[in-house]
């Protein structure tokens, strides 16, 4: 059995930081890609940025050049580091990897039950 859970949320002013983390635990033979998604009230959960095994990075254009993604292999986690944070970022923030439990299996897609984040302006 994995798990996902989410820490790091918070309530935060416009202008602010905030990291968030995410650690997978179980039995866990690898992760490929971990990454970040977010919904707002009233709207699709949308993709904030993802992280390859190799540490390839792709961010949403909305969060370019204000979040950074980061993962530590060793210890199965990944991080959201949110900088200058505006009232539009606000919202229920997921995690997600595609682990594979065995060797030469392929991964599935585990996430985390969410962290709210909210921006007061």
């Known amino acids: 059995q994995v798990q996902l859970v989410e820490s790091g949320g918070g309530l935060v002013q416009a202008g602010g930081s905030l990291k968030l983390s995410c650690a997978a635990s179980g039995t866990i033979f690898s992760i490929d890609v971990m990454g970040w998604y977010r919904q707002a009230p009233g709207k699709q959960r949308e993709l904030v940025a993802v992280?390859?095994?190799?540490?390839?990075?792709h961010y949403a254009d909305s969060v370019k050049g204000r979040f950074t993604i980061s993962r530590d292999n060793a210890k199965n986690t990944v991080y959201l580091q949110m900088d200058s944070l505006k009232p539009e970022d606000t919202g229920v923030y997921y995690c997600?990897?595609?682990?594979?439990?065995?060797?030469?299996?392929?991964?599935?897609?585990?996430w985390g039950q969410g962290t709210q984040v909210t921006v007061s302006s």
């Open positions: 997600n990897a595609e682990i594979s439990l065995l060797v030469a299996t392929a991964p599935n897609d585990y």
């Open positions: 992280i390859s095994s190799r540490d390839s990075t």
